[in-house]
């Protein structure tokens, strides 16, 4: 065999090895937290705030936790769309092509995209201190927001640059305004869009050390935004560190419940993103 | 270089036949037109006089500023901080570049083609009546007859009547510039400005682009910027031929191709450089 076969094969084996091991890793978790989770999974988790023997293994479910992190993530990624589009509209539409300033502020994303979630929660507890506020729904909404912004505008400006400047001009030379340019322009960006929400829901939802200290947690749903609330990462942290077993597979329980609900979100922003998206060029 | 200065009057193009009676007025007058970019002077007082209801090629080789001066016709340079413009551009005896002339107004009474057809991210019927929309045209049944009229206009009906909701991009290229044409023709333009609208095309999409051109000329005013001397040749009633961002010569396609009266234009239309 020529050294040339034998490369092509090595290279070939190690593609697909890797991709195995990846996919191998995937499987091997939801194996864990299926088979650790279901048997505790019940009706009752899912429906049920706890009550008071909660922690040690009696009645009661995580209700609060799941509301909990769909309302943060809810309310963060309306918040950080709305920040992010006009970032990135500004960025590529307004800005030169070229200029130092974009260059310099998509440098600035992508240092804050680094930034580990623990510092946006320590950072967002300072704020909070500074304010006179106390760990909150709205206080995790901020923290979560910050961390979820770069993640947003880096990926729909990876859309947004590919749009074409006749993209523009053509509708601009119909005689549009700006503000139906602009309406145009986030229809060709919407598939940029839904996976930036899609990234961004999976990155904010399962993250606990931003909500850690500034969403707080609670054995109830919250009904304000002054409230703390409790998430469902931090549901499964707390849970896993009691000593009692049946609370820790109650964690797993929580884990898969976790993971459902980022699967049914990206599922659902996929279709919708190709049902929205079926005009696109 | 001697440049020729452009009599407001205007000479009927001897070669071709054009129905008869009809007399070409100005409808675009370019006076002392100076455009920079980032300090480049790219055009150079450009003063010339577009017919009405006429072809006009705009010719010269690559970067002389022919695309420039046809963008500043539709202040397509407004958003672009980096050009400066000077002089006085009129389009129906209204100076476009005046202080408080809503830009799209002016807009609205121009189709651009570009060189790529760039449908919008919707469906085929939605492309065409994007523009009557806008202007506030509302109504499915008007909307629709609107949009069969122009697709019609650009013999494009036939071949997308049954899938007029299917998405504009899975048309061909060349069928997509006719959808672009006909989403220019639907907001009622009096000019047609076409940047290079053939070169992407493949050429028999590019022949019928060319006879919409032709087709359409009795009721626009076309103004082209091309780079196939042949294409000119072909269509144009009046070519402007531009060097160095100066305009070298202007005059009917008779009078340009057989008898020019510049020596750089002599030598541009028999190949000498490109």
């Known amino acids: 065999m020529s050294i040339k076969k034998l490369e092509e094969k090595i290279f070939k084996g190690l593609m697909i090895g890797s991709s195995m091991l990846i996919f191998g890793v995937l499987l091997y978790i939801l194996y864990i937290i299926i088979k650790k989770g279901l048997p505790s999974l019940s009706w009752e988790m899912i429906s049920q705030i706890p009550s008071g023997g909660f922690y040690l293994g009696k009645e009661g479910g995580i209700l609060n936790a799941i509301m909990g992190s769909l309302y943060l993530i809810f309310f963060s990624v309306v918040i950080s769309l709305l920040i992010s589009v006009p970032v990135v509209m500004y960025l590529n539409f307004t800005l030169r092509k070229k200029s130092r300033f974009s260059a310099f502020a998509r440098l600035t994303f992508d240092v804050l995209f680094g930034i580990p979630s623990i510092v946006y929660g320590a950072f967002g507890f300072t704020v909070m201190i500074f304010f006179g506020l106390q760990a909150s729904l709205f206080g995790g909404i901020i923290a979560v927001s910050l961390l979820i912004i770069p993640v947003m505008i880096r990926s729909i400006d990876e859309v947004a640059v590919l749009i074409p400047v006749e993209l523009i001009e053509a509708t601009k030379s119909l005689g549009a305004t700006n503000y139906e340019t602009i309406k145009v322009i986030v229809r060709q960006l919407l598939p940029g869009i839904s996976t930036a929400v899609l990234l961004s829901v999976g990155r904010g939802i399962g993250d606990g050390a931003t909500v850690l200290f500034t969403a707080g947690y609670t054995d109830s749903i919250p009904t304000s935004l002054a409230q703390p609330t409790a998430t469902l990462p931090l549901a499964i942290f707390f849970q896993l560190s009691s000593p009692i077993e049946e609370v820790q597979n109650r964690a797993y329980s929580a884990a898969l419940i976790l993971t459902v609900i980022i699967l049914i979100l990206s599922f659902s922003a996929r279709y919708f993103s190709r049902r929205f998206s079926k005009n696109k060029i | ?274």
């Open chain 2, 1 to 274: 270089m001697e440049l020729i200065t452009v009599p407001l009057t205007i000479e009927q193009p001897k070669s071709k036949v054009m129905n008869g009676s009809h007399s070409h007025n100005p409808h675009i007058v370019v006076e002392n037109l100076n455009i920079y970019i980032q300090g480049n002077h790219i055009l150079k007082d450009i003063n010339m006089t577009i017919p009405d209801k006429s072809i006009t090629c705009i010719i010269g080789p690559s970067g002389c500023g022919k695309t420039t001066l046809l963008r500043s016709l539709n202040r397509l340079h407004d958003d672009n901080v980096d050009v400066k413009i000077t002089g006085k551009l009129f389009v129906d005896n209204e100076d476009i570049y005046a202080k408080g002339t809503e830009v799209t107004h002016i807009r609205k009474k121009m189709g651009l083609l570009a060189q790529r057809p760039c449908s919008l991210p919707m469906s085929i019927f939605d492309n065409v009546v994007y523009g009557p929309r806008i202007h506030g045209t509302r109504g499915r049944r008007k909307l629709y007859e609107i949009a069969r009229h122009q697709l019609v206009a650009v013999g494009l009906w036939d071949e997308v009547k049954d899938r007029l909701k299917s998405p504009a991009s899975t048309l061909s290229i060349g069928q997509q510039q006719r959808l672009c044409l006909a989403r220019g023709l639907a907001v009622e333009p009096e000019i047609i400005l076409g940047d290079e609208a053939t070169s992407a095309l493949d050429p028999i999409s590019s022949k019928t682009i060319e006879e919409l051109f032709v087709a359409i000329k009795d009721r626009y005013t076309v103004v082209l910027v091309t780079h196939t001397l042949r294409q000119a040749k072909r269509i144009a009633d009046y070519v402007a031929f531009m060097y160095m961002g100066e305009l070298v010569e202007f005059g009917t396609a008779d009078q340009l191709f057989n008898h020019p009266k510049n020596q750089l234009t002599k030598e541009y239309i028999s190949g000498g450089f490109s």
